[in-house]
């Protein structure tokens, strides 16, 4: 099992950012590719962002590009979503979750095994 706690969500205005956090623990961190998926009220959940094992390759949904960036420190098991220039379509909870780490950079939720409860973001 792999157990996920996101945080660093909030309110935000205009234009703003903020930096989640997704905390893993339970088994090798570097086993797993991390992403970051996000669900609006009324909609189907999408996928925001990955990052393979290593932290070597980045993937984007293009609603986010330029905006929103993907890391992660092994050392802490820890991955991060940095968000700039916020706008209300960001709006969302936002999830963090794990895939095994073959299947390279997975944009399907289908593919992720374990996920954090979520993190409120509200753009106002």
């Known amino acids: 099992q792999v157990q996920l706690v996101e945080s660093g969500g909030g309110l935000v205005q205009a234009g703003g950012s903020l930096r989640l956090s997704c905390a893993a623990s339970?088994?090798?961190?570097?086993?797993?590719?991390m992403g970051w998926f996000r669900q609006a009220p009324g909609k189907e959940r999408e996928f925001v962002a990955v990052?393979?094992?290593?932290?070597?390759?980045?993937n984007y949904a293009d609603s986010v590009k330029g905006r929103f960036t993907i890391s992660r420190d092994n050392a802490k098991n820890t991955v991060y979503l940095q968000m700039n220039s916020l706008a209300p379509e960001d709006t969302a909870v936002y999830y963090c979750?794990?895939?095994?780490?073959?299947?390279?950079?997975?944009?399907?939720?289908?593919?992720?095994?374990?996920w954090g409860q979520g993190t409120q973001v509200t753009e106002h």
């Open positions: 979750a794990a895939a095994w780490r073959s299947w390279g950079q997975p944009t399907s939720g289908d593919l992720y095994s374990y």
């Open positions: 339970g088994r090798t961190f570097t086993d797993y590719a």
């Open positions: 990052i393979t094992w290593s932290g070597g390759n980045t």
